[in-house]
């Protein structure tokens, strides 16, 4: 017997072409795909230049940004806010930058308190899939 999925997408262009849904929600638990520093349009904010393994500190700070928003948007539709988010990963290739913006733009999306109380693991990598991309941040959340 199959279990019973919903999924949701953004409409960027890759979905389709890399066959994925952006989130799937079974029962009480949404898996939600790694999200980048897109726009709606799929446009990469404050894209790094190709092969630049060191970034500014302000492309980092925008490109995580603009996933906690993309992520946010999915939570929306499933009617959850990141309180309901119980894990996130992220995946950045310079761990330095991300490492000194990460606890702002965290702070921003999960309100500024002692700690967010979300289990977080972060992972330095040589690429991602995008020109230009240097952070993806996956995330599990409960509804309820």
């Not at 119980?86 to 990460?102: G, Q």
């Not at 500024?112 to 979300?118: E, I, L, R, S, T």
Request: proline share 3%.
């Amino acid at each position: 017997m199959a279990i019973q999925k919903t999924t949701y997408d953004l409409g960027v262009p890759w979905e389709k072409a890399a066959g994925y849904a952006q989130a799937v929600k079974v029962g009480d638990t949404i898996y939600i795909s790694g999200q980048l520093g897109h726009t709606a349009d799929g446009t990469m904010v404050s894209p790094a230049p190709e092969g630049v393994q060191s970034v500014d500190r302000a492309v980092m700070k925008d490109q995580l940004t603009q996933a906690y928003v993309n992520a946010r948007t999915i939570l929306d539709h499933f009617g959850c806010t990141f309180a309901n988010v119980v894990e996130e990963v992220v995946f950045a290739t310079d761990i330095k930058a991300a490492l000194a913006v990460m606890r702002e733009v965290r702070d921003e999306f999960y309100g500024a308190a002692d700690k967010p109380q979300v289990a977080n693991t972060t992972v330095g990598t040589t690429a991602l899939a995008l020109p230009g991309q240097v952070v993806e941040v996956k995330f599990i959340a409960r509804v309820g």
